[in-house]
């Protein structure tokens, strides 16, 4: 197997990468729109089409294929536990380390109202968790009759405490609700097991997900199974960062990875207080972190990004340059919302674009950095760190349309790093910024879990310093 053409199903554009493992190389990369809302072979049908004219080789057609989706805007999903801190935060851990965007999280008993919001967010998935071993057995009981009694007909898997877990499950099943019974996410206070909870959401995703948006007769012709486009970005990040075999990683480093649906985060590093004198609190942080920011999506929620952040926006749009009146401004995101694989068509739209995307980087970095709180005691001041520590990372990388199409890259990128305005936000004090020029870190993460060496010098080889 020396060439293998690699693909994602993205919620704006089906992109295919072939590569060679000779060498190796990327030999192209191309793209073209998601039919999602008819036959998502349509659209990766045009683009094989299209790279096998690009590289003057039919043999492509036949070659071996990998592939990730993320297409109708990713996996969605809705996690409930005990309590927020502790079983809510591991459980939603685990959903976001499988690749799934998580659209609610609830904490306590379910209530009828509760069962509503649920119903209403039209989740893929409902991870229900509760109870470390041994613990309290009756929330979790309760959250999945309360589940067997609604109308919900995704699948639900159950992670709690295994004392009562096969009861859980029983609920479920007797209502003939589709049931996966893992370990739990938390089987001793503070501490985590996710990896359990993380494969049994990646084969639901596999069985159910894939079919539903029909990728179901590409599944067959691919090598292995189709995961969800985040989880493969999070592989290769982590991959890079630790290298493979004789190649060197790159250190701790944050990424960044801005798109039509939905922008996410990747840290991979311990996060560790950078100074002395502080204390940590909640959950340990994950070596390999991600968050998913569902609302600050440039295409899908461009208008809500505004809504968000209006004076952020506006004063990145000044700074850019932007001249278009407030109606044509209007209207240039208005497009972008309606038509989700519209690319800018002049300087202006180039502007908006920038700034949309510079102002969903900086809120999501924000949400996934951690922060220091002060608390007053008996005996003086405390630093409180919650989250990750993020100051000493060294390594910054945008990946996305914006950064390899894009005309403001470096100013987009820079919104993830310190301010000075918000010291108390653990962002990059003074890292190196890399974009991925080639748009092909995605691809690169499917190889890395088949092909890791030469997944990390391919990473290397396609990153670009700004």
């Known amino acids: 197997m020396s060439v293998l053409v690699l693909i994602d199903f993205g919620s704006t554009f089906t992109k295919l990468t072939a590569v060679d493992l000779r060498g190796p190389s990327v030999l192209a990369r191309l793209q073209s729109p998601t039919t999602v809302k008819t036959d998502i072979r349509d659209g990766f049908e045009e683009a094989l089409e299209l790279l096998v004219r690009k590289t003057g080789r039919p043999d492509l057609k036949f070659a071996p294929r990998l592939a990730s989706s993320s297409a109708a805007g990713g996996l969605r999903m809705i996690v409930s536990g005990l309590i927020p801190k502790l079983t809510s935060e591991a459980a939603r851990r685990a959903a976001l380390g499988a690749g799934a965007k998580v659209v609610g999280v609830f904490s306590f008993t379910l209530t009828d109202a509760d069962v509503e919001d649920i119903l209403a967010a039209q989740p893929d998935i409902v991870l229900l968790t509760g109870g470390t071993d041994g613990g309290d057995r009756k929330t979790i009981v309760e959250n999945a009759l309360a589940l067997a009694r609604s109308a919900i007909d995704c699948p639900i898997v159950v992670a709690g405490n295994r004392t009562v877990g096969k009861t859980a499950q029983d609920c479920l099943i007797g209502a003939g609700k589709k049931t996966t019974l893992t370990s739990n996410v938390m089987p001793e206070f503070g501490q985590l097991d996710v990896d359990p909870t993380r494969g049994a959401i990646q084969e639901i995703f596999i069985e159910h997900i894939t079919k539903a948006k029909g990728l179901d007769e590409i599944q067959r012709t691919c090598e292995q199974p189709v995961i969800p486009t985040p989880l493969a970005v999070l592989k290769g990040a982590e991959l890079l960062a630790l290298g493979a075999g004789a190649t060197e990683g790159a250190g701790d480093l944050l990424l960044v990875d801005v798109g039509g649906a939905t922008t996410d985060v990747d840290s991979i590093t311990k996060g560790e207080p950078a100074e002395p004198g502080v204390m940590t609190r909640g959950l340990p942080e ?33 700074t850019l340059g932007s001249a278009a009146d407030e109606d044509g401004e209007l209207a240039i995101i208005a497009s972008f919302g309606s038509v989700v694989s519209k690319v800018p068509e002049d300087d202006q739209g180039y502007f908006i674009d920038a700034a949309l995307a510079r102002t969903a980087v900086e809120l999501a970095v924000q949400r996934h950095a951690g922060r220091i709180t002060y608390h007053r005691t ?9 989250g990750k520590d993020l100051r000493r990372v060294g390594t910054v ?17 820079e919104a993830a790093g310190f301010d000075l305005q918000d010291r108390l936000s653990l962002r990059p004090v003074t890292p190196d910024y890399y974009i991925d020029k080639n748009y092909v870190f995605y691809a690169l993460g499917l190889l890395a879990q088949h092909e890791p060496e030469a997944a990390a010098i391919l990473m290397k080889a396609n990153l670009v310093r700004i």
Request: no cysteine; hydrophobic share 35%; net charge positive.
């Open 378 to 386: 008996s005996e003086g001041d405390v630093a409180l760190l919650d």
């Open 397 to 413: 990388i945008g990946t996305g349309g914006i950064f390899a199409h894009g005309k403001n890259p470096r100013y987009v990128l």
């Open 286 to 318: 994950p070596f390999a972190k991600r968050t998913v920011e569902g609302d600050l999506g440039i295409r899908f929620n461009a208008g809500h990004i505004i809504e968000t952040a209006p004076e952020t926006f506006r004063l990145n749009r000044k």
